[in-house]
C-alpha cells in the first residue's frame, strides 16, 4: 500500500500526488516512470515521474485525467492510498553536456519533462524551455520550469497565456537562428512528431518520451512495442525515450487506439457514479490492510 | 530391521494389476467451453483409494526417481491408503513446497507416472491426481500439513521472483531455519502460476493459498520491487544485509515472428495476452478495468505448439472466439504440449492446423488486424532439438480471416538483472550463467536457477532447480559461518 501524502491541483483536470514509495524515491532518475494500480480490480496504468525526495521517502508525479483510472486517482486526497506503485522503470533520460538544449513540453508533459531540464541544467547546458498548452488553465509547474531554465518561452493555443500559437512555432524560430544543439520533447503525440519535423532539416538530436500501452513494464509482455527505425522496441525497457527521427508515430498513434472502445465504456461507468467508485476504492484498500494485519498476527502467533 | 514397510494395501499383487486407471471427473466439453472454472474436477476420496489400491509398491519405485523433486510417492500413496490424507500431504511436502500446483500442471506422462511399472504394459498409476487429492483435502478441510523448521540460523535469503522455482526454495529455506524474503515484481505473487496459467488449469485461489502456507511458517513477501531497477542485486547484499540471494525471474521477453504487420492492433504475444486475461482478470471486464481486444465472435489465431499456445487458445475460446485454431510449423507428434492439453482443446472445439507458418498480419486501414497470410510446411532434416525443422513449400501461401492473433513463439532472457549485476556471468544467449550442479553463479552468494537459466521450461522443473539451490545456499550459509569462526578465532589469537 502506497500512502498520498499530499496533492495539489495544478491545472484544470491536472494534480499534483507526493506518495510515500521509499524504494522508488532512492532510486529514481529523470525520465523514468512507475506503472500504478488504485485497487484490487484496478489497471496497471504507466505514469512518468515528476520528481522525488528520497530523504522523505517520496516521490511525485503529475496525472491528467483522461481515462477511468486517471480521473479516479484525481479524485483521491491525502490520506488515501493507492494499492500498487512499482519503479522506477524505463531508461532515465540521457544527461550530459550537449550545449544548447531546448526543453520543449505540451500541457501535463511539462511535469515529466522538468526533472530532465533540471539534470541537463545541472550538467552544464544553457537550457531553453518552451511550454506549452491549450489555454492558459492547462498549464502546469510553469514557475519551476522557469527556475530551472535559461530562457522560458510559454505559448497557448488560445494566446490566453504567454504567446499565442503551437511550440513549434517557437522551436523553429530557434532552430532558424541555429541556436540548438539538443531538444527533448515530451508531451502529445502530435507535437512530439511535430518537433520532430521541425528538427529533422537540421539533423538535430531530438528524443521524445513515448506513452504506449503497458502492461508489466518489465518486459514481459511486449504491449508497449513500437516501431523504431523499423524495428520493434519495447517502450518500458527499451525507452521510454527514443530518437524521434527513428520513430514511427503512425504506428504509436494506431496502437494507442487498441483499447479505444473499452476505454470509453470505462470512463461512462465512472462517470455514471464517481462518488461510489471512490468509495469502493477507498473500501477495497481498507479491506487489503486488515488483511495484511490479520497475516502479520498469525505469523506472529 | 527390515526396509520393507508394513502395507495399508490389503489386495495381492494380481489383483491390483487387474484395477483399471480411474479416470477423473471432468467439467463436460460443451459446457467448460464457455467458462473459466477448472476442467479436472479432482478425485473424490474412495476414487482415490481405488486409484490407490492399484500401486504394486515396486521395492526401486521409477515413479519417485522420474519426479525431479524425488516427492516419496510410495510412502504417499501407502498413507492415502491408511486414509491419513494429511499426513499424506505432510509426506508430498517434505519434497514438494506446491502439491496443489504441481498435482495440476506436471507434465506427469513424461516424470512421475512414465516411471510407473505399471505404464509399461497398461496405464500407469494417476499419480498426478492423487498427488492432487492429498493437497486439496489439506486446503479444503483448512488444515496445514507442514513440517516443523529447523533452529533460526539468523541468514537472511532473498528470493527474486514468486515464481515456481522460488516458491520450492523458500519451502526449503524456510525449514531450514534461514530468514526467507521473497521479491515479486508484479502486484500479485505467483510468476507464471497467476499471470501465465489459467484459471481453468489452476485456480488462483489454490496458488494464493501455497503462499499463504509458506507466509504461515514465516516467508516474508514483498511485491512491486522489480530487482535491477527498484533495488539491485548488489545493494540487496551490501546493504539491505542479504547473505546470499537466489535469482529466479523466469524467462521474460516474448519473441515475435518478425514478419509484417506485427504491430497491427489484435496480434499478441502470448505473455501478453494471458497476462491481460489472467494477472489481470480482462476477462472479467468491465468488473475489472484492464481491458482486452475482444475475441469474442471472431477468429483467433494462436500461433505455437506449446503449452503457453494451448492455454491462450482455450482462454479465446473461453472469450467467445468463433473459431479458435493452433497454427503449428511442424505436425502433432513435434508439439512440446502436454498430451492432456492437446486433448482438452480438442474435445472444446479448438482447430488445429498443422505445418503453417505466418508470413504476413494484414489489417485494415485503422491498423485493425482483418487476414494472417500463411505458407505451407514440410518437414526437413533433424535441427539441434532433434525435432525435424520445418521448410516452407514455395508457392503455399494461403489467406485466412482472423482478427485476434496470438504468438507463442517462446521467450528469451529478460536482461533486467544481468544488466546491472556487475561480475555477473551470462550464457551467449543471455540467460544467467549456472552451476549445473549447485546453481552458483559467478558471484559468490548470489545463485539462479529455472527458465532465466535454462530458458522456457516446466513448472516443476523450476521447482526442482529451487530445491537444488537451497540445498547449496545452506551449503554455502554454512560456510559462512565457517569462515566467520576462522575470522573470530584469528581475532583472538
Sequence with gaps: ?301 | MTDKPVSNNPLPNKERIKLPRQRVPEQEAQIRACNFHEVNLGFPPEMARQESLRCIECPKPGCIEKCPVSVNVRAVIDLILAGDYLGAASKVREDNALPAITGRVCPVEDQCESGCVLGKKGEPVGIAYLERFVADWERETGQFGSPVSAPATGKKVGLIGSGPASLACAGDLIQMGHQVHVFEALHELGGVLVYGIPEFRLPKDIVHHEINVLRRRGVVFETNVVVGKTVTIDELMHEEGFDAVFIATGAGLPRFLNVPGEHLNGVYSANEFLTRVNLMRAYRFPEFDEPLYPCKDRDVIVVGGGNTAMDAVRSALRLGAKSASIYYRRTEKEMPARVEEVHHAKDEGVHFEMLVNPTRFLGDEKGNLTHVECIRQELGEPDDSGRRSPVAIKGSEFTVPCQVAIIAAGTSANPLIQSTTPGLATTKRGYISANEDTLATSKPGVFAGGDIVTGGATVILAMGAGRKAAKSINEYLKGLNGAAVETEKAAVN
Excluded: W
Design chain 1, 1 to 301: 500500500m502506497f500512502p498520498i501524502v499530499a496533492t495539489r491541483q495544478v491545472a484544470r483536470g491536472i494534480k499534483l500526488f507526493e506518495i510515500k514509495a521509499p524504494r522508488i524515491a532512492k532510486k529514481q532518475r529523470p525520465g523514468q516512470f512507475v506503472i500504478v494500480r488504485l485497487d484490487d480490480t484496478g489497471e496497471r496504468v504507466p505514469l512518468t515521474l515528476a520528481d522525488a525526495n528520497p530523504e522523505a521517502g517520496t516521490i511525485t508525479i503529475v496525472v491528467q485525467g483522461i481515462g477511468k483510472t486517471t480521473m479516479l486517482l484525481n479524485m483521491l486526497e491525502a490520506g488515501d492510498s493507492i494499492l500498487d506503485v512499482v519503479g522506477p522503470l524505463g531508461k532515465p533520460s540521457e544527461i550530459e553536456n550537449f550545449g544548447t538544449v531546448a526543453v520543449v513540453s505540451g500541457s501535463v508533459g511539462t511535469a515529466m519533462a522538468y526533472p530532465t531540464a533540471r539534470e541537463l541544467k545541472r550538467a552544464g547546458n544553457k537550457v531553453i524551455s518552451i511550454v506549452g498548452a491549450r489555454s492558459k488553465d492547462l498549464l502546469v509547474l510553469e514557475d519551476e520550469v522557469r527556475e530551472v531554465s535559461d530562457e522560458t518561452y510559454v505559448l497557448t493555443d488560445d494566446g490566453t497565456a504567454g504567446e499565442k500559437g503551437l511550440v513549434t512555432k517557437k522551436l523553429q524560430e530557434l532552430v532558424d537562428a541555429g541556436e540548438v544543439d539538443y531538444v527533448l520533447a515530451v508531451g502529445p503525440v502530435p507535437m512530439m512528431r511535430a518537433c520532430a519535423n521541425v528538427t529533422a532539416a537540421k539533423q538535430i538530436k531530438t528524443m521524445v518520451s513515448l506513452n504506449s500501452i503497458m502492461v508489466d513494464g518489465t518486459g514481459m509482455c511486449g504491449g508497449c512495442r513500437v516501431l523504431v527505425n523499423n524495428s520493434s522496441q519495447f517502450a518500458c525497457v527499451d525507452g521510454p525515450e527514443f530518437d524521434a527521427s527513428q520513430v514511427n508515430f503512425d504506428v504509436l498513434v494506431q496502437r494507442n487506439n487498441m483499447y479505444r472502445e473499452q476505454e470509453k465504456a470505462s470512463i461512462e461507468r465512472l462517470q455514471a457514479d464517481p462518488e461510489g467508485e471512490v468509495r469502493k476504492l477507498r473500501k477495497s484498500n481498507a479491506q487489503h490492510v486488515c488483511a495484511l494485519e490479520a497475516t502479520l498476527a498469525e505469523v506472529a502467533k
